[in-house]
Structures are given as C-alpha cells and as structure tokens.
C-alpha cells in the first residue's frame, strides 16, 4: 500500500523524492571537512596510467558521465564498456590499469564475470548499493553508494548516487595526481554537496513536468540529446523512458543528430534536450533550431539563462543553476520524472515493467 511507499503511489517515486536525502548521506559519507575521504580503503590514482569503467544498463551511463569527469580533472584516460561486451571481447589490460566496476545490486553476471576476467591483471575498484554482495566481495575496494535499498526496477537513487561516489572519485584522482590545486579540489567538493539542496529544487518541478508528460504520452518515438556529460543523461533519459513507459526512445549526442537521427524529426517526433548554460550551450542551441527548422517539438530542460536564451521551444523546464560539473546530478530528476509521468500518464506498471528484472543475474 501507499503507506509503506511513504505516501507515494510508486516506489519509483518514493525512491526519486529520497535523493536529496540519500545523497547527503553518500557525501557525508567521502566528504568530510571539505576533504575527500575513503573510509573502506584507499584507491591510489597516482601511478595508474589507464582506467577502464565496466558496468551494464543505468550503472553503464553513470561510468560514461564519469569519463568525461576523470579525464577533465585527472587527465587520465578512461574506457567505458557494457559488461557482456567487454567479458568476451577479452580486451587487453595494460600494466597500470586500474578497473571499476559499478553496480547498483553486486550481482549482475556480466559484471561480475568482467570483474573476474581483470582479477590478477588490474587492480579492481567497485561502486555498489548492497555491500555484502558477490561484486564488493569479490573487490579489492569495495564504495558503498548508500542510496538504502532499491526496489523499483528503472534505477533512480541509486544513479545519482553512482554519480555522486564517482564525482569524488574524480577529484581523488585529480589530488593524487596534482592536477588540480587543493582550493580547486575544495570548491568542486563544496558544490557537490550542494547539489542534493538543488535536487531538491529540481524536485518541485514535478507538476511541470507532469503536465508535459501527458504530451509525450502521446508520442510513438521520441529523442533525448545532451553534449558533452549531458550526452549519457540523454542516453539514460532515453533508457529511463522505455523501461516504463514502452514508448520508443533513443538517446544521442546532440552533433550527431545530422548523422541519422534529423531524418525521424517531423511534428509527431518529441526531442528532449537536456542544456544547461553551460560552454556547450551554443552548440546544443544550433542542433535545437536545426530540429525545430524540421517542424520538430523541442522541450527544453535548462535554467534561467539558458531559456531566456532560447525561447520558442515547444514545453521547456526551467532548472536550478547548476554548478560547473554537477550538471548530470542535477539533469537526472526531470529525466526520472518525465518517465515516471509519461508512465503513469498510459498506465503502465511502473514498479514492474514488463520483460525487466532488478537483477540479472543469469546471462
Ligand atoms: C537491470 C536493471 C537496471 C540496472 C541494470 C544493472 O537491467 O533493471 O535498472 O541498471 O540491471 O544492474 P546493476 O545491479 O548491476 O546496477
């Protein structure tokens, strides 16, 4: 009943509105007076010449957001592979490797049997939501998310928190290898924990974004874009959308757009785009007005200056600012809740999507 659900009519929805909860206990859990720390075990960036982030379905799209975040910070260059491809595919691991893998329940196949291929070739880093599970087990540091238990199938909590653990894992990588000085350290940490306090800004978005999920309960197709780390949040909005809602949808990179995706663009097509006023604003505005040149109906997700910016969209949502890095975060609720609405706007069974597991742990 809608007791145990905290008043919710979902656990999805439970879930979406804990994040500004949860999310302070992840950061007070690796924060502590404004400094980084690692209570389960250090993870040492120093010597490491190469990262590989392994992971499946919405824990795949946390390690892609963290690429952009460790490279940007530490300069390290990272992969990111789905784990059924990188098990099999038995890529080469390279002296100095360091492998992480993320999962929300510890006990997706794929992954675990990706993290055993790396056992005695890499040393192996988890993220996970259930400590005691085979993947932490099986690590040499096991990072606890601390999102509390998920059980809504389409992962909401536990990828913000993903992404929270992992955006301290970049700076620590950063420290460890000096490339950003101790106040630059110091002021990304300060806006990371200000992040759940504009979640829960974002949170009060609901209805708006409720009303234009009804619109898109309409559609057949609809397409997700984001540059740059907003590019996995499309990928994820895409995902999040389809699990639950059955309706068609694929995420892109906004400048690949003209490489395909323009061609399905006409008047019945939806195109989320997910832009804060960000250095990439400009270009993700250009591949916005080549979509709506097509007769395409643009919601915009962005904040005050953005959609100042550019009016004339078809529905828009208007963010809190977010800060520098933090943008995924933050983007991550109006992408839950555009699913979560245009779900329960056709009556889906939000909680149990037909076809879909929590867990796979069989191939
Ligand atoms: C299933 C779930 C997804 C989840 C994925 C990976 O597909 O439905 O929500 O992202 O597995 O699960 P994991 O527990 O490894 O994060």
Redesign the pocket.
Known sequence: GRVEKGGHRHWMAKEIAEQPAVLDTALAHYIHDGAIRLPEGDVDFSDVTRIVMV?????FYACLTAKYWIERLAGVPVEVDVASEFRYREPPITDGTLAIFV??????AD?LAALRYCEGRARIVSVVNVETSSIARASDVALPILAGREIG???TK?FTCQLAVLGVLALKAAQDRGTLSAAEIRSHLEDLTRVPALIAQALNLEDDLSDIARDLSEARDILFIGRGPMYPLALEGALKLKEISYIHAEGYASGELKHGPIALVDDSVPVIVFAPSDDLFGKTVSNMQEVMARGGRVVLVSDAQGLKAQPGSWHSAQMPHAPDLWGPLLYAIPAQLLAYHTAVAKGTDVDQPRN?????TVE
């Open positions: 992971a499946c379905g919405t824990a999962s929300q329940s510890g006990e997706t992954t199938v389409a992962s536990a879909l597991a929590k867990s796979v």
